[in-house]
């Protein structure tokens, strides 16, 4: 799965005829822009718990700080990248459908695609995570839509990572 994340970034870069450099502080200004936006999501994570607690697998910190960022990875460019772009391809460019309604489309169904995928495995669905998770969807294809990959994906592993480290932090100063 890392290789095919590595080989669909590669050529999505080169497909898209992108510069071969990067500079520092481009690196830090997304750095600080998705810790920023990761904190909608986080706000959002806290108001749903006070109504139903969102349950995670028991495993030590440090794996789940390696699958926090594995998932915003992988979550994006799934849910978002090839999921928003599939869709803009079938919406906008074959059918002819107006940005202005595809792009709420867009968003949406891949919202709810990814709040259903969490269900996959041996979750039971329960509507308050699935609602949380589709506003979730929807603000990180929102930020997709208007920023870009990189951003989404930063925002969301930030997210994942300030989750699984704030109950360690906590436990470690009481």
């Known amino acids: 799965?890392?290789?095919a994340v590595v080989g669909i970034l590669l050529t999505w870069h080169i497909a898209r005829n992108d510069v071969?450099?990067?500079?520092?502080?481009?690196?830090?200004g997304?750095?600080?822009?998705?810790?920023v936006l990761a904190l909608p999501v986080l706000a959002?994570?806290?108001a749903v718990t006070r109504y139903v607690p969102l349950?995670?697998?028991?495993?030590?910190?440090?794996?789940?700080?390696?699958?926090s960022i594995g998932a915003g990875i992988y979550e994006e460019?799934?849910?978002?990248l090839a999921a928003i772009t599939g869709l803009n391809l079938i919406l906008i460019d074959a059918l002819g459908v107006k940005k202005l309604i595809a792009y709420p489309l867009m968003v949406g169904l891949s919202a709810v695609l990814f709040s259903g995928y969490h269900y996959l495995g041996a979750e039971a669905f329960h509507m308050q995570t699935f609602v949380f998770?589709?506003?979730a969807g929807l603000f990180f294809g929102a930020v997709f839509v208007l920023r870009g990959f990189g951003i989404t994906t930063g925002c969301h592993a930030f997210y994942d990572v300030i989750v699984v480290l704030l109950p360690v932090v906590t436990r470690a100063q009481a």
């Open 133 to 135: 998770r589709t506003a």
């Open 20 to 28: 071969w450099h990067f500079k520092f502080s481009t690196i830090l």
């Open 1 to 3: 799965p890392c290789l």
């Open 77 to 80: 460019l799934v849910f978002r």
């Open 55 to 67: 349950s995670a697998p028991i495993i030590d910190a440090r794996s789940m700080l390696v699958l």
């Open 44 to 46: 959002l994570s806290y």
């Open 30 to 35: 997304m750095t600080i822009e998705s810790v």
